[in-house]
């Protein structure tokens, strides 16, 4: 089975940037839309981006214009860049197909704005 594996999260400064990476075991970026989702401490999961299989984004309305996701098919890796960070963006963050199916959640990495 596909597993995720995420990376590249932290502790950073309001206004400040990072990006995460999540690797795939397997090669199905081509084949099926996947996402960016985070999970706040007291809060339901929600999606933030989506690449989809087409080539097409799409962002929630609370990350638009700050955070790109992106995929590289040959690495089996896709990519997200968060810039101009908020406090409310403390989560951890997973990647998933959407819609979610059968695939199991990778740990999460942890992303942490604050002063």
């Not at 799409?58 to 810039?83: C, E, H, P, W």
């Not at 406090?87 to 199916?101: H, S």
């Amino acid at each position: 089975q596909v597993q995720f594996v995420e990376s590249g999260g932290g502790l950073v400064q309001p206004g400040g940037s990072l990006r995460l990476s999540c690797a795939a075991s397997g090669s199905i970026f081509s084949i099926y839309n996947m996402g960016w989702y985070r999970q706040a401490p007291g809060k339901r999961r929600e999606l933030v981006a989506e690449f989809t299989r087409f080539g097409r984004t799409n962002y929630a309305d609370s990350v638009k214009g700050r955070f790109t996701i992106s995929r590289d098919n040959a690495k089996n890796t896709v990519y997200l860049q968060m810039n101009s960070l908020k406090p409310e963006d403390t989560a951890v963050y997973y990647c998933n197909l959407v819609p979610v199916g059968t695939l199991d959640w990778g740990q999460g990495t942890q992303v942490t704005v604050s002063s």
